[in-house]
């Protein structure tokens, strides 16, 4: 239904019939559910959203199924690193832990039935 243009005079009086076609063809806008709990400044600020000019966000995909396997393929890797580089520490400060508890109790032991005779 739209008016050829070549059945006018001039390229303008079709723009002006087919603008007016278009204003009464259509059904009115939907428009958006107005907000009562703020105020309409409010509303128009919130609605200009400006560019982000070289924002990088990462994130997640929402397609991602998997989020967890690549820390499982790496574990061995990172516990043997770890182990190799902090277990003789660990090894070394347990065993000096031990040992003084273990000599404090046989001090103690001595001692106790030192005075019994």
Do not use: C
Request: net charge neutral; hydrophobic share 45%; no cysteine.
């Amino acid at each position: 239904n739209y008016f050829n243009p070549k059945l006018f005079e001039t390229a303008t009086e079709w723009n002006i019939r087919n603008m007016i076609q278009g204003a009464f063809s259509r059904s009115n806008a939907v428009r958006a559910i107005v907000r009562n709990d703020i105020s309409p400044a409010m509303a128009n600020w919130w609605k200009v959203q400006k560019k982000d000019d070289g924002v990088i966000s990462r994130h997640l995909s929402p397609y991602e199924i998997q989020p967890v396997m690549p820390w499982i393929k790496e574990w061995p890797s990172i516990a043997f690193n770890r182990v190799t580089t902090t277990g003789v520490w660990w090894a070394l400060s347990a065993g000096i832990v031990i040992g003084t508890v273990e000599a404090s109790d046989a001090a103690t032991e001595w001692a106790e039935h030192a005075n019994r005779s």
